[in-house]
């Protein structure tokens, strides 16, 4: 599962969040943020196991 | 009384099948920066930049999950020849460990060519699996 949020870069801050169900055991998420001039990117990935 | 039949589900992923946070993240900045370096916020076609980078995230997870199975799986000699797999393993910076089907194997294996420049990546036989260093 992965979620995607872009904005518009206008020097402030912003609060963001995310939520997922998942096992501690298997399952675990990754998330990154990019930014330039004029916009901000956050992406995080869920890795959830089936079974 | 004991089942006669060992039982065959599995209720945790074996250690190549897990997902990894920081090969993951690693992926997640690189697509990012490869669709936005050259764009300039527009509302009308960021919902559309986000779609992108989601799919080609979630497709990119989804061949590196494959690859690292496939390197379990083959014979090393076979795996070890893809230059795509050695990219993919290059960057998950730590040793890992790859599990293999018992068989004879040779007790160390160098990947050609290099994954990255001025690297090295050697796959160690400790019996039935496989130590991957990079």
Known sequence: MVQVLIGEQRGEGIRYGGRCLWDPNTDSYAEDSYRNDSLFCVASAYGVYLY | ?134
Request: one cysteine or more; aromatic letters at 6%.
């Open chain 2, 1 to 134: 009384m004991a089942d006669a039949a060992e039982n065959t589900y599995n209720t945790r992923p074996s250690f190549h099948q897990k997902f990894k946070p920081s090969a993951v993240k690693v992926l997640i900045s690189t697509v990012m920066s490869e669709k936005l370096a050259d764009k300039t916020y527009s509302s009308e076609t960021a919902a559309q930049w986000s779609r992108e980078i989601s799919d080609e995230v979630k497709a990119r997870c989804a061949q590196t999950r494959r690859l690292l199975v496939d390197a379990a799986s083959v014979d090393a000699g076979l795996a070890c020849s893809g230059g795509e797999l050695a990219t993919v393993l290059a960057r998950i910076r730590r040793p890992m460990r790859l599990q293999a089907a018992a068989r004879p194997c040779p007790p160390a294996l160098e990947i050609a060519p290099p994954p990255l420049a001025g690297s090295s990546l050697s796959l160690t036989c400790l019996g039935t699996s496989w130590w991957c260093r990079c």
